[in-house]
Structures are given as structure tokens and as C-alpha cells.
């Protein structure tokens, strides 16, 4: 009969087993790490490492407005495109990527997961680089009006066209547009919340520009990469307002000259062609 202490650590291992099994049969599996927000014009993609071996990733997100939704199920990737789920722009979403076997479709009570950091649209996407999509001076060559390329989200509007992020900030986003006097360096700058902008010219002067697409509200990423510099003249206006009047009397002369060439060689072809057919007419002399 086994005595008071043998029997108490007899009953302390049996307690002690089943804790011990479990550990033992737990997945010997990877959470993820390195977990990062990728955007760019509110397209948005989260990334994470490692590589899964012999198991897969689950994405879940959230928003401070809405409920836990399940994106990238059962994936071997180690990135997912959370664009879609990320509709309220101005709300902060978090993200968990959970590790599980493949084909576990049972979701265990603690399943293994790591949280990424908070993210919101409106104030950490990164702004494109904005383009001139076109420029005019006015008629006195006084004003020169300038239409901003914008930079466009993934999102659509009502009428099935993609929103600029220029739309969907509203006056949080505003263009800068930096110009200069070609014989000068010192840069002047003008700021619109549309996409479009006007500025003051001296007559006859070259100007160059270039725009760019600020938040000032941001503490980071505040600024879009510079659009290219465009440069024009109001000399070469002149030219550009008067060059299809120039190129069709261009086009006019070559055609008459053409047309007179022509003539004058198949005039000279057919008088040959007529001396040709006079001598072949013309009697052998008899001896």
C-alpha cells in the first residue's frame, strides 16, 4: 500500500499529464512578423513575413465602426490586398494574420495571430505624383491656366468612373504650382484645391512649371513626388496659334508645284511618244 507522499505525487502527475499532451500536439508553426501597411493613392496592401511551410494565413480586419472581417483565406502568400475592405477612408482599421494548418476549416478558440499596427486612409496612404495635363495662355497673354493630371484611387464613383484622391479628400488636399520666369530663379508658387490653376504672365516672357500635391493637415506624408517640369513660351504661342494656317499654305505650294512637275512630264512623254509615232510613219529611203 503506498504511503501519504507517493500517492500525492502519483495524483500530481496524473493532474499534470493532460496539460502536458496538449502542449505536446499543439501546431509547431510560425506567427507572422514584420507586419506593414503598403498604400499608394488608397490602394492598400498589407505585407508580412515569413514565407509559410506546411501552413497557411488567414487575414482579418477590423475598423473602429465595424466588425471583424475574414480577406486572403487559407493563403501561402505573404501579402493581401485589404483595398476593398477599406471603404470609410477616414476610420482606423487593424489588421490580425492568423497561422493554421491547411484545410483546418474549424476555427480554433485561441488561434495563433499577429495584430498589426493601426491604419487610417486618410492620413497615411501616399499621395501620387500628380502631371500637367494641359496649359493656355488667355488672349493678352497675361494669364496663363494651367489643368492639373491628378492622381486616381481604386475607388469609383456613382457614375462608374475612378475618384481622383483629390475627390475623396476634398480640401484636405490641395496643388501647388511652382513656376518661374525661364531667365530667372526665382520660383514663385500658386495653390488651388481643384485641378486647376491660373497665374499671372508677363507679356512675352518663357515660363516653366511644375505641381505638387500637398495634406497640409499631415504629419507624414504629407508631400506627392514633383510633377514634371513643363516649359513654354509665349513666342512659340504666336507660332502654335497660327502654325495650322502655316502648315496648310505650306502643304498648298508643294501640292501646285507637284501638280505643275507632273504636268510638265507628261506633256514631254506624250510629245515624245508623238515624234516616236512620226518617224515610224516616215518611208525607208529607196537606194
Not at 482579418?60 to 505573404?78: A, L, M, P
Not at 499671372?200 to 505638387?212: I, L, R, T
Request: aromatic fraction near 8%; include cysteine; glycine fraction near 4%.
Amino acid at each position: 500500500m503506498l504511503g501519504p507522499r507517493p500517492l500525492l505525487l502519483a495524483l500530481c502527475c496524473l493532474w499534470h499529464l493532460p496539460a502536458t499532451v496538449a502542449v505536446t500536439d499543439a501546431p509547431a508553426f510560425p506567427t507572422a512578423v514584420n507586419i506593414t501597411w503598403s498604400s499608394l493613392n488608397f490602394k492598400t496592401i498589407l505585407e508580412w513575413q515569413p514565407k509559410p511551410t506546411n501552413f497557411v494565413y488567414t487575414v482579418e480586419i477590423s475598423g473602429q465602426k465595424s466588425d471583424w472581417k475574414k480577406k486572403c483565406i487559407y493563403t501561402e502568400s505573404t501579402e493581401c490586398d485589404l483595398t476593398d475592405q477599406l471603404l470609410d477612408v477616414n476610420d482606423t482599421y487593424r489588421a490580425r494574420v492568423i497561422s493554421s494548418l491547411p484545410g483546418n476549416e474549424e476555427v480554433p478558440e485561441e488561434p495563433l495571430y499577429t495584430l498589426s499596427p493601426p491604419f487610417t486612409p486618410s492620413k497615411q496612404t501616399k499621395i501620387g505624383r500628380p502631371g500637367i495635363k494641359s496649359y493656355a495662355f488667355n488672349d493678352e497673354k497675361t494669364k496663363l491656366k494651367v489643368e492639373i493630371e491628378e492622381p486616381m484611387s481604386p475607388y469609383r464613383s456613382p457614375s462608374g468612373g475612378f475618384r481622383s484622391v483629390r475627390e475623396i479628400l476634398k480640401t484636405e488636399l490641395r496643388y501647388t504650382l511652382y513656376y518661374w520666369r525661364a531667365s530667372s530663379t526665382g520660383k514663385k508658387q500658386a495653390t488651388t484645391t481643384t485641378n486647376e490653376i491660373e497665374i499671372s504672365v508677363d507679356q512675352g516672357e518663357s515660363y516653366c512649371f511644375f505641381v505638387q500635391a500637398t495634406v497640409p493637415s499631415r504629419r507624414e506624408n504629407r508631400e506627392s513626388p514633383e510633377s514634371p517640369t513643363q516649359c513654354t513660351s509665349q513666342k512659340g504661342s504666336v507660332i502654335d496659334e497660327y502654325g495650322v494656317l502655316i502648315a496648310v499654305i505650306i502643304a498648298v505650294v508643294l501640292i501646285i508645284v507637284i501638280a505643275i512637275a507632273l504636268s510638265v512630264t507628261l506633256y514631254k512623254c506624250k510629245k515624245s511618244k508623238q515624234e516616236a509615232a512620226k518617224k515610224e510613219h516616215v518611208p525607208l529611203n529607196e537606194p
